[in-house]
């Protein structure tokens, strides 16, 4: 009697893994030429040093993928009003990397998971390169849902 009382877990599939050899940052940002030089390449425009830095010094936090070499090959930053809103910023692999969609898709599953154990309930939204959509889209994200589109204000 008791065994139908208990309701199994659902098998949670295994969070995707980094490739040997990269790792996954969290504590030390990179520093803003470099973020700065994966940007561009992975096709925005180059941005002046003082503002990334202000930008990663205001962030809630950012996470960086590094390659073997010890080369910047991914990253994501967060704000959040710690509350209601969090915001992905700067969602990048470089396009150069063999493990380019894989680099993206852990990156997606790491932030959100964190933002998920720290925030939950909160509403998250994303301004992404077409290269990021794919990971973004397993993990429930709709593309201008509604027809709403984000816009965007360069000071």
Same mark, same amino acid.
């Given at each position: 009697?008791?065994?139908?009382?208990?309701i199994?877990?659902?098998s949670?599939?295994?969070?995707?893994?980094?490739?040997?050899?990269?790792?996954?940052?969290s &504590?030390? =940002?990179?520093?803003?030429? &470099?973020l700065?030089?994966?940007?561009?390449?992975? /096709?925005?425009?180059?941005?002046?040093?003082?503002?990334l830095?202000?930008?990663l010094? $205001?962030s809630?936090?950012?996470?960086?993928? $590094?390659?073997?070499?010890?080369?910047?090959? /991914?990253?994501?930053?967060?704000?959040?009003?710690?509350?209601?809103?969090?915001?992905?910023?700067?969602?990048?692999?470089?396009p150069?990397?063999?493990?380019? &969609?894989?680099?993206?898709?852990?990156?997606?599953?790491?932030a959100?998971?964190?933002?998920? $154990?720290e925030?939950?309930?909160c509403?998250?939204?994303?301004?992404?390169? =077409?290269m990021?959509?794919? #990971?973004?889209?397993?993990?429930?994200?709709?593309v201008?849902? /509604? /027809?709403?589109? #984000?816009?965007?204000?360069?000071?």
């Amino acid at each position: 009697m008791l065994d139908s009382l208990l309701i199994p877990f659902r098998s949670q599939p295994q969070p995707p893994a980094l490739p040997e050899g990269y790792s996954l940052q969290s &504590e030390r =940002p990179p520093l803003a030429e &470099e973020l700065n030089a994966l940007l561009v390449v992975c /096709g925005d425009p180059s941005r002046p040093l003082a503002r990334l830095e202000a930008a990663l010094e $205001r962030s809630t936090w950012q996470l960086s993928v $590094r390659n073997p070499a010890d080369q910047l090959v /991914g990253f994501v930053r967060v704000t959040s009003d710690l509350a209601l809103n969090a915001n992905l910023w700067d969602l990048s692999a470089h396009p150069a990397d063999p493990q380019q &969609e894989q680099l993206m898709v852990v990156l997606v599953h790491t932030a959100l998971s964190r933002l998920r $154990r720290e925030l939950p309930g909160c509403s998250i939204s994303v301004a992404a390169a =077409p290269m990021a959509q794919e #990971a973004l889209k397993r993990h429930g994200f709709v593309v201008d849902p /509604g /027809g709403i589109r #984000a816009m965007g204000l360069s000071l």
